[in-house]
């Protein structure tokens, strides 16, 4: 079983191509933190990187895992350049819970988060070519059950960005929000956001729409993972970071992804 955690996509389409070379499935991580999965020989986990570290979703979803002791564990990290203590804090938590990491390493995708510093990530779509060969070579280790580690060492820039005072003056740097008179409510972002983040609530500026039913736009809560997945994939470019527009031509997802997989599985 390869568990993810995607926000545009990328750690999906890494997920699946894994999955699918191994000849097992792919699942969130959301529904595996509720999900029995000791009984399965393969785990892998596919997840990005946030300011050096894994999505604090991730390091409570892991926590949850049930994984037995014995299955052949592997970490993946899809991210725009470096996986600081990505791996790392994971490996840790694994370890007290008697679960060892066999193998990790990382591949190098376009950097959603990008759009936060007027930059297009659509722009750095070569590293699709650029490393093809290193998910290749990742496949074929973990085919082989090798023993690995890549970029799985403790460092001091993830250490820094997760101390709480460095913590709160980066963060606000990539925190979305919705720009109302942009937002018509179509409740894409609320599909979408793997924290069920966003809601839908009455327009204040727009009471009534034009077919007499009332307006609504949506808002995002206090527990955002900064996945950007509702920055990316509103159809309006509603969603900003730092009161900056979001243009249409810097949106990104994987291309083998679609709106539709990353659509919240509801209960």
Same mark, same amino acid.
Request: include cysteine.
């Given at each position: %079983? ?24 792919? %699942? ?17 986990? #596919? &997840?990005?990187? &946030? ?21 052949? #564990? ?10 600081? $203590?990505?791996?790392?804090? #994971? ?28 930059? $297009?990530? $659509?722009?750095?779509?070569?590293? @699709? *070519?650029? @490393? ?7 496949? &074929? ?23 709480? @005072? ?14 109302? *008179?942009?937002?018509?409510? /179509?409740?894409? /972002?609320?599909? #979408? ?39 990316? @994939? ?17 949106? &990104? ?13 509801? *209960?």
């Amino acid at each position: %079983m390869v568990l993810y955690f995607s926000g545009t996509g990328n750690c999906l389409a890494i997920a699946r191509r894994l999955a699918e070379h191994c000849g097992e499935q792919v %699942m969130s991580l959301y529904d595996a933190a509720t999900t029995d999965l000791t009984q399965e020989k393969l785990i892998g986990l #596919v &997840y990005p990187t &946030y300011y050096f570290n894994p999505p604090k979703p991730v390091l409570k979803l892991v926590e949850q895992l049930r994984i037995s002791p014995s299955a052949y #564990v592997f970490i993946v990290i899809p991210c725009g350049a470096q996986t600081g $203590n990505a791996i790392w804090a #994971v490996e840790r938590i694994l370890r007290r819970k008697g679960i060892k990491v066999a193998y990790c390493h990382k591949v190098r995708v376009p950097d959603c988060s990008a759009i936060g510093f007027g930059r $297009n990530p $659509n722009e750095q779509k070569w590293k @699709f *070519e650029k @490393f093809a060969q290193r998910v290749e070579q990742i496949e &074929y280790d973990i085919a082989m059950r090798r023993h690995i580690h890549h970029f799985g060492a403790w460092g001091v820039a993830g250490w820094l960005c997760a101390l709480p @005072f460095v913590e709160r003056k980066t963060l606000p740097l990539l925190q979305p929000a919705v720009n109302p *008179e942009k937002c018509i409510g /179509c409740g894409t /972002c609320v599909s #979408v956001c793997p924290q069920a983040n966003i809601k839908l609530v009455a327009a204040c500026h727009e009471p009534v729409s034009s077919n007499g039913q009332t307006a609504h736009v949506a808002l995002i809560g206090n527990d955002c993972a900064q996945c950007l997945s509702c920055v990316h @994939f509103c159809p309006h470019q509603a969603v900003q970071i730092a009161s900056n527009t979001t243009l249409k031509a810097f949106q &990104y997802h994987h291309p083998n992804v679609k709106l539709k997989d990353m659509i919240r599985r509801v *209960e």
